[in-house]
């Protein structure tokens, strides 16, 4: 992804916010094995993107905003979520993905004690 921003500045296609997105996926394999897939992007304004891009769409959810610092970024933190955050609420995960939100308090791996993410959840009732 970095590769295709660097080449490519000047996206008609984008709606040139300083947000990036990662969404994973999860599948048959999360829960045994930990494996999902992961899609890194950005918003944008249109449903006609160039072949070496492809769009993903996601259904109309309520979502829950949990707001990671530091070292909770690569901690396990949805344990607790699932199992008393969102209880708490009333709700559950209703789809099978989450939307990592990575904006100018990330500063990377490198800078996790430093960094904030915000992760996107989507529930029901």
Request: net charge negative; hydrophobic share 40%.
């Amino acid at each position: 992804m970095v590769d295709f921003l660097h080449e490519n500045p000047e996206r008609v296609f984008s709606c040139k916010k300083s947000t990036m997105y990662e969404v994973h996926i999860y599948g048959s394999e999360t829960a045994d094995k930990g494996r999902f897939e992961v899609f890194v992007g950005e918003e944008v304004n249109t449903a006609q993107l160039p072949t070496a891009l492809c769009a993903k769409f996601f259904p109309a959810s309520d979502y829950i905003k949990v707001t990671l610092a530091g070292a909770e970024i690569i901690g396990d933190w949805w344990r607790t979520f699932e199992a008393e955050v969102l209880p708490g609420y009333g709700v559950k995960q209703h789809e099978s993905y989450v939307i990592q939100s990575y904006d100018g308090r990330f500063l990377g791996m490198d800078q996790i004690e430093n960094s904030v993410l915000d992760v996107l959840v989507p529930v029901k009732k």
